[in-house]
Structure formats: C-alpha cells, structure tokens
C-alpha cells in the first residue's frame, strides 16, 4: 500500500541555530582549533559531533576552558556570572546566544530594576531557563504548569511580571499566563509574549500535518526542547507521534500501521536528518510526498561583530 508522507513547513533550522552554528565556524577560522564552546551550541548530537570533527571542543563549563582561550557560548543564552567566570579566566568571548533570547534578557533586568517578582514560565534545569533565571536570581520564581501558580507568594502581588522561555509550546502557555494573570490582574509582560517565531511556525505546522496524519514523526534530539514540544502538540491534535534523532529511531511497525505519516523537526535539527527518515520509509514501501506549508520564513540574524 502507498504510504502518504507529509512535511511539515517550516521545520528545522531557524535563523538563531543557523547563526550559531556560523559562529563556531567562524571562530574555528579565525582563531583555529581548539575553540571550546560552553554547552551544546545547539541542542543536536548530530551538529555536536559535525563541529567536534572541525575543532570545536564542548565543555559543561566556562571554568574547564584553560585561561586565555576562545570559549563560544551556546545559543541558549548564560547567566551574568558566567561571563563574569570567563573574564576571570581571561577566555575570548564570542557570544553565540540567539538575539530572541537575549530579548527575554533585557526583558528580566527591566523588571528586576522596577523591583518586580518575575515569574519564569518554563521547564527548570532547562539551559535558557538557567540564564534567564540568572539576571534576577533572588527575584525570579520559576513556573512550569498552571497548578504552580496557586502555591506561590510574592512580596508585593501589584509589583510582579512574567516573562518565558522561547521555545514552549503556545496552548499550555496561554494557560499558566491565564493563571497567573487571574491571581495578579496587575501582571507585567511583554507586549507579544516570548516564544519565538520559529517555534511557533514549527508548532501550527505540526497542527496542519497533525490533522491529517495517523503517525507524526518528529526529528530531534530528547533535549530539545522545541522538539519535545512538537512531539506534544502532534499527540494533542490527535496524531501517534514520537521523538527520533534520526532514522535509526524508527520502528517498522509503525510505518506498517500508518497511511498518512507526517514528519518534521526541530529548530536544531538538519535538513539531511529529515531526508533520512524519509528515504527510511520509502525503503520499507512506495510513498507519496507532500509538504505541507503554513509560513514562510525570511528571518535572518546578523553575526556578533567578533566573528563577522
Ligand atoms: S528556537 Fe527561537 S529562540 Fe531558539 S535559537 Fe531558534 S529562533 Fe532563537
């Protein structure tokens, strides 16, 4: 029986991992390997290992980078002390963190300087989140679902903002919005709210490809957090869906039990991970391919002036 494959667009790289991924390049060419890059530059074991093979080595923390070195910093964004860590260390730094995170940044010190308690929506130990937290520590309340909400106390319930982390999944963040707007009618945010373009556009493809599909298969790492997400909205718009770094992580048997596969993949993941799994399921029977389209993105971010 032919199988219908449906792809979702956008999907993969947006302009943020693109820009991140240049920039260790880029350092690798100018200041020649080894350029150590603090983290995962992306959240991809497939780019991880690509740069490695370059001359990058990735490290947990600025304080394994020896004194005096280049230290790339991941698009995921830092706490203020990890640049005050790599300028005691005396490490050139070239900061690879997405402008949109850097947005939620400025966003958390603004706050912090009006002496508001900021609630954090997002997934705690998450690196963005880390960084976020980290401009405000002692002001900064993280929150994960709506339930977290009821349980918390602020010093001043009129002096209190919200910001979040990029890449959450829209629904069940307009729901802990909703709670925390319905316990703090006086709650500060940014105008247009904090995830990303790139994760929404990845998010209502995967509702139009959901919609249709028996099966999606979403490509990407297990810490990708924009990835998980889609994983999620595919299964809440009625669709079997699971999360796979590549081809490998394919079962048979769910292609066999499938007429209408839809795939897509995360915001770090390669374009030649998704034509993997599409050669997959075509090795196994004859397909029919479709993309399905709902954006198109033009989005790009100008290099750090260090590298570019
Ligand atoms: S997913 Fe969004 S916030 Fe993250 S790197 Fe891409 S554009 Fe930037």
């Known amino acids: 029986m032919t199988k219908t494959i449906l792809l979702a667009a956008p999907r993969g790289f947006c302009a943020g991992v693109d820009r991140a991924i240049e920039v260790v390049e880029r350092a690798l060419e100018i200041h020649g390997p080894p350029v150590y890059v603090r983290k995962q530059i992306v959240h991809n074991l497939h780019v991880v290992r690509g740069l ?8 947990e923390s600025e304080q394994e980078v020896p004194e005096g070195s280049v230290c790339v910093l991941s698009a995921h964004g830092v706490a203020p002390t990890v640049y005050a860590g790599a300028k005691e260390r005396n490490l050139t730094v070239v900061d ?11 966003e958390a010190r603004r706050f912090a300087r009006q002496g508001k308690t900021i609630f954090l929506i997002g997934h705690a130990g998450h690196e963005e989140v880390e960084g976020t937290f980290g401009e405000a520590p002692g002001r900064t309340i993280i929150v994960d679902r709506p339930e977290d909400v009821a349980g918390t106390e602020v010093p001043d319930p009129a002096n209190v903002a919200f910001v979040s982390q ?14 925390l707007r319905q316990r703090f009618p006086l709650i500060s945010s940014s105008a247009k709210g904090d995830i990303c373009y790139a994760s929404q556009n990845r998010q209502n493809a995967v509702k139009a490809i959901a919609a249709r599909s028996d099966l999606v298969l979403v490509v990407g790492s ?10 999620e909205v595919a299964r809440d718009n009625g669709a079997e869906s699971y999360l796979i770094e590549d081809e490998q992580g394919i079962e048979p048997g769910w292609i066999d039990a499938a007429g209408v596969i839809g795939v897509s ?27 399905v389209e709902v954006a198109v993105e033009s989005v790009r971010f100008p290099l750090p002036s260090s590298v570019g």
């Open 52 to 59: 490695e093979a370059k001359g990058a080595v990735f490290v």
């Open 96 to 106: 690879a963190t997405c402008p949109l995170v850097t947005k939620v940044h400025v």
């Open 166 to 179: 990029t890449t959450l999944a829209l629904d069940e963040t307009a729901e802990v919005m909703g709670a």
């Open 222 to 231: 297990t810490n990708s957090s924009n990835a998980n997400r889609l994983v």
């Open 265 to 291: 993949s995360g915001a770090s993941t390669p374009e030649f991970l998704v034509q993997r799994v599409v050669d997959f399921v075509a090795g196994l029977h004859a397909v029919e391919v479709e993309e």
